[in-house]
């Protein structure tokens, strides 16, 4: 019997769709109530929003149940944007410890303070987290979870449709509109988080040799905006179009690995140049001795990075029974001709159904070790049974 299941609705009556996304979700598991359950509401009504997710939640009679409001929804193979839906997806995890946490942010004498992350436990193994963008301080938080949890973190900015005050958050049968909501598992997971960026790199690779904070002022001892003309004026005519149209930049987080490719870099936007410094401003922290190298995005290089990525995932393991998708809302139509495609790749890249997320804000999710936040990506949770023989001995 399958142990996840998918479902959609599209309905102007959100709480009519939410009742229909979580019974379709639940068909495949039979008898079996989940042990974690995510739903996503897309809808212009905060109040219709939490609504559904909490009458969603009330359907599913899942042990665990989180979810929150997006810009669109993704479940059953496809991808809705912008439309009155909702998507569910729910989970049967024998054996695994399920703990989920709502995070405020609350003012002290020492300045912001994050209150409700659970403690760490030694048999944790990855944490889920649906945030919202006005009220929660996402970028610095997931920063901090790599020393404060030491996990993967995974999950999505969730963004209401009127801005500060119309996110809605689910945790259980409570329904919240700041912070975060989320869950660590732990024990027998069989999960595996990681991050399509849809990048590809042009030009050469460089070492950062000035800089300030997050100006880039000299890269391999040239100004940087020579630099980067230099680079443009010998790409092809269609790169040149792409970077004209978003170049970013990807800075190495491991600088001691001999060869840098795709997953090694953290891409981050490129903000604006400063010709007066002929320095360019990126969206991080870049120090001298980084090495970086200019990237482009477009549909067919984010197709490739997706597809290179579930294939590699899909090497790992022996079957893949389900998956969570947060993808960027700059992505879908934005990106590709049809809001399905992430999810599609998804189901045929893996072998599988069982997959449902929603398109966010801001994606959260580790690369080359460490989690990030990120922007015009895909964060994935799999989850399956490892092959035998990458199973460490006693595990």
């Known amino acids: 019997m399958p142990r996840f299941g998918d479902g959609l609705a599209v309905d102007a009556d959100l709480v009519r769709a939410a009742e229909a996304a979580a019974l379709q979700a639940r068909r495949p598991l039979g008898p079996l109530n989940p042990d974690l359950a995510c739903v996503f509401v897309c809808g212009d009504d905060p109040e219709q929003v939490g609504a559904a997710l909490a009458r969603a939640s009330s ?14 929804v993704i479940g059953a193979a496809q991808g809705v944007e912008a439309k009155s839906a ?15 946490f709502h995070l ?15 403690e760490s436990a030694e048999a944790d193994e990855v944490a889920v987290l649906l945030a919202d963008p006005y009220s929660f301080p996402a970028d610095g938080f997931v920063e901090q979870t790599n020393d404060a949890l030491g996990l993967p973190l995974v999950g999505g900015m969730a963004a209401g449709t009127r801005g500060p005050g119309s996110t809605r958050l689910l945790l259980d049968h409570r329904v919240v ?14 999960a595996q988080a990681m991050v399509s960026q849809g990048c590809r790199p042009v030009g050469p690779p460089m070492t950062v040799t000035a800089s300030d904070g997050n100006l ?4 391999a001892g040239v100004p940087a905006v020579q630099k980067l003309q230099e680079i443009l004026s010998s790409l092809s005519a269609t790169d040149q179009a792409l970077a004209t149209g978003g ?3 990807g800075i ?14 953290i891409v981050r936007g490129i903000l604006g140049l400063d010709q007066a410094r002929g320095a360019i401003a990126v969206g991080d922290s870049v120090p001298v001795g980084r090495t970086v190298r200019f990237q482009v995005r477009d549909a067919a290089s984010a197709d490739d990075d997706l597809r290179s990525m579930l294939l590699a995932v899909r090497r790992e393991f022996s079957a893949v029974e389900g998956a969570l998708l947060f993808s960027c809302n700059g992505r879908g139509t934005n990106l590709f001709t049809s809001a399905d495609h992430d999810v599609l790749a998804m189901r045929q890249g893996l072998s599988t ?4 997320g929603f398109f966010a804000a801001g994606e959260i999710g580790p690369v080359g070790g460490r989690n990030h936040l990120h922007g015009f990506s895909a964060a994935v949770l799999v989850f399956g049974s490892a092959r035998p023989e990458l199973v460490p001995e006693g595990a």
């Open 177 to 190: 509109d700041r912070g975060a909501v989320g869950v660590v598992l732990g024990g027998p997971v069989g």
């Open 104 to 118: 405020e942010v609350i003012r002290t004498p020492q300045g912001m303070a994050i209150l409700g992350l659970p």
């Open 86 to 100: 909702v998507s569910v997806w729910a989970a049967v995890l024998p054996g695994v410890r399920v703990r989920a």
């Open 247 to 249: 170049l970013h930049v």
């Open 252 to 265: 190495t987080i491991n600088e001691y690995l001999d060869e840098h490719d795709r997953g090694d870099y």
């Open 59 to 72: 359907v599913l009679r899942a042990r665990t149940v989180i979810g929150c409001s997006g810009s669109g």
């Open 216 to 219: 880039l002022l000299e890269l």
């Open 353 to 356: 159904s069982g997959v449902a």
